[in-house]
């Protein structure tokens, strides 16, 4: 299983970016796909996760109302739509997969690589 995770970028507060997180080999997660983020000096963090069927979501307190989560099947793609960025949302974003355990602290059998989002002030 690979994820692959891309659409980082550096942009001005206030702006918007979405992540893309693309599944090759199984491509099947009954549970909870998420994405996390973890910025320099800091421990990794949860952002948001969302059920194969879409039909359930959890976000972090700091993105609520801003980023939105979301996932199409049929391209094996989970998506990471960030709106009204913030300096401190300033980090690498990672996509995991196969949840087994807690929605929040996992863990998750699969990871992506990451890919940096920087929001300048």
């Known amino acids: 299983v690979q994820l692959q995770a891309s659409g980082g970028g550096l942009v001005q507060a206030g702006s918007s970016l979405r992540l893309s997180c693309a599944a090759s080999?199984?491509?099947?997660?009954?549970?909870?796909m998420g994405w996390f983020r973890q910025a320099p000096g800091k421990e990794r963090e949860f952002v948001a996760a969302?059920?194969?069927?879409?039909?359930?979501?959890v976000y972090a307190d700091s993105v609520k109302g801003r980023f939105t989560i979301s996932r199409d099947n049929a391209k094996n793609t989970m998506y990471l739509q960030m709106s009204s960025l913030k300096p401190e949302d300033t980090a690498v974003y990672y996509c995991?997969?196969?949840?087994?355990?807690?929605?929040?602290?996992?863990?998750?059998?699969?990871w992506g690589q990451g890919t940096q989002v920087t929001v300048s002030s």
């Open positions: 969302i059920t194969w069927s879409g039909g359930s979501t």
């Open positions: 995991a997969a196969d949840l087994r355990g807690s929605v929040v602290s996992g863990p998750y059998n699969y």
């Open positions: 080999g199984r491509t099947f997660f009954s549970n909870y």
